[in-house]
């Protein structure tokens, strides 16, 4: 297609940003470009010369926006209220539309200092990209609504960090986003009884990134958006077994798709208390808790926005978070299963039996819908006799199958995962011998499940 710039997000005003400059990097080394996703906003083209131009120097887009926009929020942490943060060490550099006309955002990790850095370096490390990297192919291959990683360019400085082995190498990342607006964005307006920009956020919101027009009640239309967007990356989270680690207020986008991944993990097992993050030592974030914590995140939009409507429709759309959750979690294990529905009763039914099966034993949860894709065990694994699982071996007999399973992934020995302890495997060689060789090949196994599943 062809590229699309935009600069929508300047309507909003100065009050809503700061503008500022890029980090002057002393390297600038290309360790991975998204050419998937770069062809589906026009970007494909570029050269590497010019990729590095654009996504390590950051010389603007034409049409675009003319200078990098650090934005600005507060949030919940760990459910303690800040008022002193906003993008510390990234900024939206670009705006443009996707092949499905969509406003995309173009955001940075890992590009330097801005007026919210407090006492940070605004850069990020190299394994800390690495990371982001597996994080977001591995989501998107799973269906999961997420960032994707668009670029990954090492910047030759050093960095020290008190939770891995220092000084370590550094990178700037590039993410291709469905918008930065944050829940902390409205939070923070609300804090400062801005009502006038808390309502043309709301606007700005529903008709740049939902394409619709504001109507007689805005706030709850859009809250009602949010609602419907976030309860289902909740159950899609679970899907996936997949702990983001790090659910405040100010890293839930109000689009619900799911970014800024730092301490995630991928549970092996359907552990309700499995956390992803050392320091979530309440398990506020565990693997089990991820819907409520989200809920309890809309909620404080819901605060905010009562501002500018009353609270009983506000209230009256945030109640109807658990049973879209629901609903979609139900939705999504069977997608998963690859099965088609029979009916809502009996879809609850064995989605039901099925996450208790896992919760039981000791069958991954990779491996678990890997074997019984389609409905039907293709790994006479001994734990399948296992009394547990015996309610969703007879819930699974009158599904049939909703796909193909001609794809050769599913004749592999083993389905493709993404245990930490892979992570750390495929770090190591690039960190010890700048071999990159285990990270590309990840990415195309992660790549062809994708299409597997598709």
């Known amino acids: 297609m062809d590229f699309s710039p935009q600069a929508r997000i300047l309507q909003l005003g100065d009050g809503f940003y700061d503008r500022v400059a890029p980090a002057d990097f002393p390297q600038a080394i290309l360790r991975f470009r998204n050419d998937r996703a770069a062809a589906e906003v026009g970007l494909e083209g570029l050269s590497d010369a010019e990729w590095i131009e654009r996504f390590a120097r950051f010389r603007p887009f034409e049409g675009s926006l003319p200078a990098p926009l650090a934005l600005r929020y507060h949030g919940h942490q760990f459910r303690v209220y800040n008022p002193d943060i906003g993008d510390g060490r990234g900024f939206t550099f670009a705006q443009l539309r996707d092949a499905g006309g ?46 994707r990683t668009f670029s990954l360019i090492e910047t030759g400085e050093a960095l020290h960090r008190g939770d891995e082995p220092s000084p370590t190498r550094s990178s700037v990342l590039v993410r291709l986003s469905h918008g930065h607006v944050r829940i902390g964005s409205f939070q923070r307006l609300a804090t400062l009884q801005d009502d006038a920009g808390l309502e043309a956020l709301v606007r700005y919101a529903l008709a740049e990134l939902y394409g619709e027009e504001p109507g007689e009640a805005p706030a709850i239309q859009l809250l009602g958006r949010v609602v419907e967007r976030t309860a289902a990356l909740a159950a899609s989270y679970m899907v996936a077994g997949f702990v983001h680690g790090v659910l405040n207020s100010d890293n839930i986008n109000v689009t619900g798709e799911s970014f800024d991944y730092g301490p995630w993990r991928f549970t092996p097992y359907w552990d309700s208390g499995f956390t992803a993050a050392y320091f979530d030592q309440n398990g506020l974030y565990a693997f089990g808790r991820q819907a409520q914590a989200i809920h309890w995140d809309v909620a404080q939009l819901a605060i905010a926005l009562s501002r500018l409507t009353d609270v009983e429709p506000l209230a009256g759309q945030l109640d109807r978070f658990p049973a879209i959750y629901e609903q979609a979690l139900v939705a999504g294990l069977l997608g998963r299963l690859g099965v088609r529905s029979r009916g809502e ?21 990779d491996r678990f819908f890997f074997d019984w894709r389609g409905g039907h065990a293709r790994n006479p694994d001994p734990a399948y006799d296992h009394p547990v699982f015996q309610p969703f071996v007879e819930a699974v007999r009158a599904y049939g199958p909703a796909a193909a399973l001609d794809h050769p992934y599913w004749s592999d020995a083993a389905p493709c995962a993404m245990p930490i302890e892979e992570v750390e495997a495929i770090w190591a060689p690039i960190a010890e011998a700048d071999d990159w060789t285990p990270f590309t090949a990840k990415v195309a196994a992660i790549r062809r499940m994708g299409v597997a599943l598709a």
Do not use: N, Y
Not at 131 to 141: C, F, I, K, S
Not at 345 to 365: F, G, K, N, S
């Open 102 to 147: 969509r406003l995309m955002d173009l955001g940075t990790k890992g590009s330097g200092q801005t007026p919210w850095s407090r006492f940070g370096d605004g850069r990020l490390t190299l394994k800390g990209g690495v990371r982001e990297v597996l994080a977001t192919e591995m989501l998107e291959a799973l269906g999961v609504h997420t960032s």
């Open 345 to 365: 009763a009996e879809d609850v039914a064995l989605a039901d039996t099925l996450v208790r099966a896992l919760q039981q034993c000791t069958v991954t949860i």
